[in-house]
């Protein structure tokens, strides 16, 4: 076959022919295919369609490019990993980048989260945490404590352990039959009643954590693995905890002997202005999730960071037996390493991992400008995150956002929308202009609904 065979034909918006065959995920295939949103170029704070207009990033790519689009850095470590060595295998073998991303990650994470597994999403990240706390209490002579407390509201990703826990009513009413045994679930904190236009965290809400303890009443906390929460929840709305909330949750899971897993594959690198939630919010996990911002969203990669006595619990019985029976392929995959690598840098020499932290103020005032626009029943912030609520045309759940969203892509600028839910997550480079620009095209929109 000739190079040019290999070469990728579409450079333009495909035709509504060339569009067919990609089944497109969580998206409106048949409404998508007929007006078609195509980006084909990003560099810095912007996308570009493929007829060259200027998209502005409101979201990060999908809560993910956190340094910011097209950074040559990440590209060039990349593209010589590629030619150095494609592939190695990660079962029973190493390779120096690994570890080398391995050490950059536990440097940032929260005092005693010291060791890390690699995925290659958010997703393998839930499940192999979830493996890893039930094993965990298996390996220590603890092999009661089977079940798993989630939440409502919560998104853990979509594979079988991450819909069991997570609290998302249609994914769970679709595959209500195949989810996971054993699996509970707390309220979730949203409040619109006593909470709506609370800036940063919400003042009500912290009792809801004491339902754990009906939970643990319940259930009895011996037959308890783990509690897993997202401090903010992301994709079901932007859930920010009320003042004092994961506190209480971590109270109680130390009270009773359960792991606490922090879900950041979206607050994780620097989101809220810390370089995870847990140091945010001064509460640590026993164990964290993460993805997305990890490699700045060029190469998919996740991972689990465990404290070192999860860790050390595993670390028995005979040398050469496998102590966690689990991985991917994919696993530390080098390209990934090198990207990993080469992103935790660019945080660390741009101090990016707290720069929301500087920009939260402006941020706030500039969201909160948006109180008392037509429809907008709540505002909401935290860090470089906003979550704007439209009440619902009734009926039509969703289809008023879904315009917003559409009208803001029109006006150059990408948000997220789900239900009648809007979401902002800039890349953490982004500037005062860029602010003034987001919410002043949302304003625009909101005026003309
Ligand atoms: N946990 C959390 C807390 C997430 O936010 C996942 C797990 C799954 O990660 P992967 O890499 O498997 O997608 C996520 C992902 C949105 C949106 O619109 C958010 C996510 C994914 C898609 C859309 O807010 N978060
Ligand atoms: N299915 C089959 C048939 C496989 O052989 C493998 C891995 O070897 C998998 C699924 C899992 O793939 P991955 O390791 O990329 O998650």
Known sequence: MSTAALTPTTTLTPTRNELEAHWMPFTANRQFKARPRILAKASGMHYWTPDGRQILDGVAGLWCVNAGHGRREISEAVAHQLETMDYAPPFQMGHPLAFELANAVARISPPGLDHVFFTNSGSESVESALKIALAYHR????????????????????????????????????????????????????????????????????????????????????????????????????????????????????????????????????????????????????????????????????????????YDAFMQGPEGSIELSHGYTYSAHPTACAAGVATLGI??????????????????????????????????????????????IPGKVGTRAFDVYVQCFERGLLIRQTGDILALSPPLIVERTHIDQMFGTLAQVLRGL
């Open 347 to 392: 945080y660390e020499r741009e101090g990016l991992l707290t720069r929301a932290k500087s920009m939260a103020r402006y941020w706030e005032d500039a969201a909160h400008s948006l109180r008392g626009l037509p429809h907008v029943i709540d505002v909401r912030n935290y860090g470089l995150i906003l979550g704007l609520e439209l009440e619902s």
């Open 139 to 310: 390996v220590r002579g603890d092999a009661a404590r089977t079940k798993l407390i989630g939440r409502e509201r919560a998104y853990h990703g979509v594979n079988f352990g991450g819909i069991s826990v997570g609290g998302i009513s249609p994914v769970r009413k679709m595959w209500s039959a195949s989810m996971i045994p054993g699996v509970d679930h707390l309220p979730h904190t949203h409040n619109l009643a006593a909470n709506a236009f609370s800036r940063g965290q919400p003042e009500t809400g912290a009792n809801l954590a004491d339902e754990l303890e009906r939970l643990v009443a319940l259930h009895d906390a011996s037959t308890i693995a783990a509690v897993i929460v997202e401090p903010i929840a992301g994709s079901t709305g932007v859930l920010i905890p009320p003042r004092g909330y994961l506190q209480r949750l971590r109270e109680i899971c130390d009270r009773h002997g359960m792991l606490l897993i922090f879900d950041e594959v979206i607050t994780g690198f620097g989101r809220t202005g810390s370089p995870f939630a847990s140091q945010e919010f001064g509460v640590t996990p026993d164990i964290i999730t993460a993805a997305k911002g990890l490699t700045n969203g060029s190469v998919p990669m996740g991972a689990v960071i465990v404290k070192k006595a999860i």
